[in-house]
């Protein structure tokens, strides 16, 4: 596959989008190509995919958003590695202003970026995935926009679910165990959190996120511990 077609610079339309096609980077690129024509704000849009344990960029309509995204694999965190691995949606109103993640936002900003949206797609076998978008304004999505920006985040986990079938079976179940243990123990995480402070699922998740930051380890990871260090002390009280 060529840059330019990897990037998403070509004309697109609805009708040209096969989702069924295991070609994934193909209808990938082509998904956000269309998004950031449909998407009100949007200013460049790619795709993550979570794979074996790392994540990469299997889409991208500029340059801005590959260095973006790759500026968060290289920290190991971020909203579009965060909303993959939790399957939620993640919108920064306001780049300059957001604290959740020090390490990643403040280059975002500098590099243009005011506002992104970034929508976790649901695990489907081998792949987990987050639909990304940029805006190189403040609050630049309305409540319309983030509507039009999960539907087509619903393309996009149909041309990952598609292509995912090409797996082989073994690989599948593996890696499909894997996605679902990382969003089962954040979960768990999520619950403990809202139990022991009274706080909403999203305020629980902003917590989790907090605590990667700190310690400077993956948002799984924090899970894990969290997890296993009530289930130790459990046992020590029994």
Sequence with gaps: MTQTQRDGTGDTSPDDIDLTSTDLEDVLTKVSAL??????????VSVTLVQDGGARTAAFTGSLALELDETQYAVGHGPCVDSALAGTTVHIRDMAAETRWPAYTPVAADRGAKASVS????????????????????DGFTAEALEIAKTFGGYAAVAVAHASM????????????????????IEQAKGMLIAMHG????????????????????????AVSMVSGAATLHRADN
Aim: hydrophobic residues 45%; contains cysteine; positive net charge.
């Design 35 to 44: 998004a950031k024509r449909a998407i009100p704000g949007a200013t460049e």
């Design 119 to 138: 929508i976790g797609l649901p695990v489907q076998r081998t792949v987990i995935a987050a639909l990304n978008i940029y805006s190189d304004q403040v």
């Design 166 to 185: 090409a797996a082989t079976a073994t690989a599948a179940a593996k890696q499909m165990q894997q996605a679902m243990e990382s969003r089962a123990v």
């Design 199 to 222: 706080c909403t699922p999203d305020e629980a998740f902003d917590r989790l996120v907090g605590a990667s930051q700190a310690a400077n380890r993956k948002l799984r990871d924090i």
